[in-house]
């Protein structure tokens, strides 16, 4: 009889809970939304900074799966990145280092669009920008400023069309600069003061603004204050939005921290054009200087909540608001690591304005939005992601049930959140929470002490207009160090613009050697030009011979006509190590002053033959 209870017990709850399961199974099951099979494309390019890793990772969404660890800052021998006696090692060496910290990604916008061009990216560690062509994936160009510590915000404020013009950086640290006339050279000709608790007033952390295309800087700006961290611009263009953590202008943790509250800089860019061109500005090391205390209007400084942390301004989605939404300025958010509250400003008139400072929880860092009306808060120290209704929060800020649409748990410590291409015209599907710790989440299989990054990847389909529905984690994958956030592009609308082999002249500088002009020319009484051709499966020549002493110069061309196959060169006790793409040529340059006989071979297996691909170096003595 007992049985027969149970069973009938039973059959009532899977009669319930099947259709419930195949319900939910119908439009809910995660596998079917992120499994891509073979052959099947992810819908987005997502381009995230890989931190301490100095470059960018390049990720499918919504399957996770990496597909490129992009160097930037840091040479990387696989992909024949700035090996020794490479133009690209020179140019990592002359700006600072061969490392970086790579932070905020962008990519460059036509019409507020991501237009596939390029990509940019900083490095807060020696306060440089680099440019990347998304033809090739290839870092080529990187360049640093004057007058300025530790860019870590940065910003791709566009023209009034919303085309890219300037690549904006915050200065985070603060560095002496008088911008005073008769000071040539800037601050070199007056004494450094003591710092003692206190950040000297004559020590700024400008805003710069470079030259998209050539990366110079074309002005930055001070005032009365520095330190800035994170930057945004408001899509119009018109905005330049800063967070500054340290208006107490301490010179350690506790001053930075005894202000109530702290200051969100809006800098107007269309102001300082004029300023620019009123001639209002003081050279300091070759960089035209605004001060803002001179130009009344350049800058409006708001509370902020104290040791702000990300500022980051609404775009809409223009399939929800129509194409002329596109550039109309609304709200910018700020969150502050101290407080458990965002400040809002709107920013579409004249005048930025604080108009609501609602409480979401604790550690709130990053902001995003999904085009549709509602913002989303990273809480560090609540490991939790909340979603918020824009208009509710600033109608109510007093009355978090009635803005607060959901909130999720993360796993664990979310930095920087990205909804899917957020800095263009969101797409309000997928959240991406980058997580700092991973603390033996289960299902990670440990790394020791050092666990990999956890990445997250939320659900918001079903978090409505009106502020309504359930976010969704679904999908949780590993990344090497350290992501920390990321920008966005279609698949369909980059994927057919990469190169599939390189396309003649992409380095001007640097000649294709053609098939049959592999040579050895002496150029000089101690140089040497070598000219090398590589295809499957042998070098243009099976020999090279010079004399010890001599500068020797390599240029080697890929000239294979088909996509992906890359060779690569490595040559023994040099230390020389370079990758070549289909069509690509690359130069270096070393002093042969090992006498002897070296081989040199491919790195990269590009046919059955690729063993036999190896050819001598012989190193006449003197
Ligand atoms: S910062 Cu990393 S979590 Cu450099 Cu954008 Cu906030
Ligand atoms: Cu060429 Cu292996
Ligand atoms: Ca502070």
């Known amino acids: 009889m007992r049985g027969y209870v149970r069973f009938l017990l039973a059959g009532l709850i899977l009669g319930i809970a099947i259709p419930l399961l195949m319900g939910a199974a119908k439009d809910e099951n995660p596998a079917e939304v992120i499994y891509h099979g073979p052959f099947e494309r992810d819908a987005y390019y997502m381009f995230s900074s890989s931190g301490q890793s100095g470059g960018v990772f390049v990720i499918g969404i919504p399957s996770g799966r990496l597909f490129m660890d992009l160097p930037v800052f840091e040479p990387r021998q696989a992909y024949g990145y700035a090996g020794i006696g490479t133009p690209e090692r020179e140019m990592l060496e002359k700006t600072g280092g061969l490392w970086g910290d790579t932070h905020h990604p962008r990519l460059s916008h036509t019409g507020w669009k991501p237009d596939g061009k390029w990509l940019y990216i900083n490095d807060k560690a020696s306060t ?70 206190k950040v000297p007033d004559d020590w700024k952390s400008p805003v710069t603004c470079l030259d998209a295309e050539t990366l110079d800087p074309v002005f930055q700006v001070i005032s009365g204050y520095g330190n800035f961290d994170i930057m945004d611009n408001s899509p119009s263009g018109r905005w330049l939005l800063s967070n500054m953590y340290n208006t107490e202008k301490g010179a350690n943790i506790d001053e930075m921290i005894k202000a109530p509250e702290d200051v969100t800089q809006f800098l107007d860019v269309w102001k300082a054009e004029e300023e620019l061109k009123a001639g209002r500005f003081t050279l300091v090391n070759g960089v035209k200087v605004l001060d803002a205390r001179q130009s009344p209007g350049l800058i409006y400084l708001l509370p902020t909540p104290r040791n702000p942390h990300g500022i980051h301004c609404q775009r809409l989605d223009t399939r929800v608001h129509g194409e002329k939404s596109l550039g109309k300025d609304t709200v910018c958010i700020s969150g502050g690591k101290l407080v458990p509250r965002v400040y809002i400003y709107d920013v579409s008139g004249d005048r930025p304005k604080l108009v609501s400072t609602p409480w979401v929880g604790l550690g709130p860092l990053h902001v995003q939005y999904d085009g549709r009306g509602n913002f989303y808060v990273s809480l560090f120290v609540d490991s939790q992601i909340g979603a918020y209704n824009i208009e ?51 299902g990670f299989l440990p790394t020791g002490p050092l666990e990999p990054e956890v990445q997250e990847l939320i659900d918001i389909r079903k978090i409505t207009a009106d502020g309504k529905g359930k976010m969704r984690l679904i999908y949780q994958f590993p990344t ?56 499957r499966s042998r070098y243009g020549l099976d020999e090279v011979r010079v004399k010890q002493g001599d500068t020797v110069t390599l240029y080697l061309s890929n000239i294979e006509r088909l996509r992906d196959v890359t060779h690569g060169f490595a040559l023994q006790e040099y230390g020389v190590h370079f990758a070549i793409d289909p069509g690509d040529t690359q130069k270096f340059t070393f002093v042969a002053d090992k006498p002897g006989v070296y081989w040199f071979f491919c790195t990269w297996f590009c046919s059955a033959l690729h063993m036999e691909m190896r050819a001598k170096l012989i190193v006449d003595p003197a």
């Not at 993360?410 to 991973?438: A, C, E, F, R």
């Open 480 to 535: 090497p160090p350290e992501p920390h956030e990321s920008d966005f592009v279609e698949a369909e609308k980059l994927a057919p613009l990469v190169w599939t082999k390189y396309k003649k002249p992409y380095n001007e500088a640097i000649k294709f050697v053609g098939p049959g002009e592999s040579r050895v020319v002496r150029s000089g009484p101690k140089n040497v030009d070598v000219y090398l051709t590589a295809v």
């Open 128 to 197: 440089r920008v680099a440019k990347i062509d998304l033809r090739t994936f290839r870092t080529v160009l990187i360049k640093k400023a004057p007058n300025t510590q530790v860019w870590h915000g940065i910003a791709l404020v566009p023209d009034r069309n919303g085309t890219t013009k300037y690549v904006c950086a915050n200065g985070e640290f603060e560095a002496p600069i008088p911008p005073r006339p008769g000071l040539p050279g800037g601050y070199s000709e007056k004494l450094i003061p003591p710092i003692g608790a």
């Open 392 to 442: 509710k929060a600033i109608k109510f800020p007093n009355d978090p049930d009635k803005y607060t649409v959901d909130k999720i748990d993360i796993h664990y410590n979310v930095g920087h959140l990205s909804t899917v291409m957020n800095y263009s015209t969101p797409k309000g599907d997928w959240l991406i929470s980058q997580n700092k710790m991973t603390k033996g989440l289960p």
